[in-house]
């Protein structure tokens, strides 16, 4: 007879695997745990209810995704790319070097990969591929590399979630996810590079510089908003939570007044799917709280720590086990699933090693987004699929290179904690 | 029966966005509320912060109980999407039933909880938690419900859709 935790494990993969919602499978074996151990059943009511109740932090999660919906609902985003083509687009290859850069842009407002594919990425597909310039399934690999940059750069969910799951400072998690979200942005541009002169990719008409300082005049509202939020964050004037309402709020702002670009009717529909991406993540959630309470219950995550504290194992050897095992683990699980349910295990060990925890959560989530593109399973790239009408195995071929440098990015966040620590601590971050 | 059944269902669901959407721009007017009021006003927001916290309990249970579709759920489909209608039916009734007997078995003791909560109240609203916690009640029976729906479809077989993976998860 199995004892319960192990039956509840294997529960929540046979569940899962049968394709029950992973929240729901999470919560049902937690409740097969409770029962077995004998414990009280309603404890599973208790620990998601107080979960949610206390978890202030995560109801930046619907504001975030209310101000990308917004955003991607009005004019913002043809501002955005006009500038970012008067930019870059006078190079070879320019449409595609537009693409790397507005998703940095972007990045500083939506902080969801899945949003950024969705939203922006739909549009550079159209660009990319009118008159043939480029070839669909370019275009869609070059898209999903660009959708990974959203949740590095500030505001991320992702990041939300750690700072949960750790206790780690969100404004200094936000901070210590610029430099690495550059780094992506340059190894993309500088593969692009290449790719247009080996491919001889089109140049667009170049836009006179003079008409620059307007363009960027006409974009400044949208660009200000990562400053204003970090500097918000940082200066104590609102809590992260408080932030993301804000972002909201300003997108808002900027479309309706500046931009006069939302009407109510789409104001409806972004409010409508924030609630519904609102209440998909929240299962997740509430799943991983319940079956956290169990993990937490069974000691597991500190009879790991101890267990591989005891094989002197050094930081740069976990670290290197930890990238090992998320990889393999995103190749079969979603993000969300990988940050509640896997990292909170491994962070007891991390902490007894004197890994940094701000170093520690943007490594995992860096790692974790590049899952979204790592075939066979990456979510970026069946949503691509969908949207470029390309066979998935021409865009997995096309998105290699990119996964490549995007792969060095990777180990230079994990080999390098100084990169990812610099601005923290230039910003008074004790670490 | 069912048939007829249909436009009221219809019509309950968008009452049901209604509902979400109502929800969420509170929550974002409290937000903006709350910032607005410490700063420039320099009053006291404890009460929108509870508000805040109230609003997402309830869209998180009342959304994932009553409005999130089964294709927007966030699964593991790499199996499930790759069976064929027949297999993926005997995995729909088996997950179904699993998670009928476990929610239902332990229905009980989450009434316990929830009923027992009467005791407190929350700090500024003075809300009872009961009231406050009774969406998940109302979660876990139409969960519930939900579920018996889909094995009775899975037995039954009156749809059959092709299975698709951009509809599949609604990750970050």
Sequence with gaps: ?431 | MLERMRPLAGWLYRRGENLIVIMIGVMFAAFLLQVIFRYVLNWPTGWSNELTVVLWIWIVLFGAAFIVREEEEIRFDLVYGAVPPRVRRAMALLSAAALIGLYAYSFPAVYDYVTFMKVQKTAYLKIRFDWLFSIYVIFVIAVIARYLWIAWDALTASTSEGFDPTKASSGV
């Design chain 1, 1 to 431: 007879m199995l004892d319960p935790f192990t039956l509840s494990l294997v529960a929540i993969c046979v569940l899962a695997l049968l394709g029950l919602p992973i929240g729901h499978a999470m919560i049902a074996s937690s409740i097969l745990y409770l029962w077995m151990a004998g414990l009280d059943m309603g404890t599973a009511a208790e620990q998601i209810l107080n979960g949610l109740y206390s978890g202030y932090l995560l109801l930046a999660v619907p504001m975030f995704i209310l101000a990308a919906e917004i955003m991607n609902a009005g004019t913002m985003t043809e501002r955005l790319l006009h500038f970012c083509n008067a930019v870059v687009g006078r190079f070879r290859g320019g449409l595609a070097q537009v693409n790397v850069l507005q998703s940095l842009i972007f990045a500083g407002m939506s902080g969801s990969a899945i949003a950024d594919a969705a939203g922006t990425g739909r549009m550079m597909q159209k660009l990319m591929t009118k008159d043939d310039k480029y070839p669909a399934s370019y275009a869609a690999a070059l898209t999903a590399a660009t959708a990974v940059i959203g949740p590095i750069i500030p505001p991320s969910i992702p990041l939300v979630i750690y700072a949960l799951v750790s206790d780690a400072s969100i404004g200094f998690l936000f901070i210590a996810g610029i430099v690495p979200g550059f780094l992506l942005a340059v190894g993309l541009m500088g593969v692009v590079a290449i790719d247009a002169r080996r491919k001889n990719f089109p140049v667009e008409e170049p836009v006179p510089l003079r008409k620059l300082p307007g363009l960027t005049f006409r974009a400044l509202p949208a660009l200000m908003l990562p400053v204003v939020l970090l500097v918000g964050i940082r200066g104590g004037v609102m809590t992260p939570t408080e932030a993301a309402g804000v972002a909201a709020g300003y997108a808002l702002l900027i479309s309706v007044v500046i931009y006069r670009s939302v009407t109510l009717s789409q104001f409806y529909s972004a409010l409508l799917n924030s609630g519904r991406t609102t209440a998909s993540i929240g299962m997740l959630l509430a799943g991983a709280m319940v079956f956290n309470y169990v993990v937490t219950v069974e000691n597991i995550p500190n009879a790991l720590s101890a267990m591989l504290t005891a094989t002197d194992l050094t930081p740069t050897q976990f670290l290197i086990l930890v990238n090992i095992l998320l990889l393999l683990l995103g190749c079969v699980l979603e993000g969300t699933t990988i940050l509640l349910v896997i990292v909170p295990v491994l962070i007891p060990t991390a902490q007894a090693l004197g890994i940094d925890m701000v170093h520690f959560g943007v490594m995992a989530v860096l790692n974790i987004m590049l899952g979204l593109i790592t075939p066979p399973y990456g979510l970026l790239l069946f949503i691509m699929t969908r949207i470029a009408e390309v066979p998935l195995r021409d865009i997995v071929r096309d998105v290699m290179p990119f996964l490549f440098v995007m792969f060095g990015a990777l180990a230079i966040v994990t080999f390098v904690p100084d990169a990812v620590l610099l601005l923290p601590r230039l910003l008074g971050y004790q670490g």
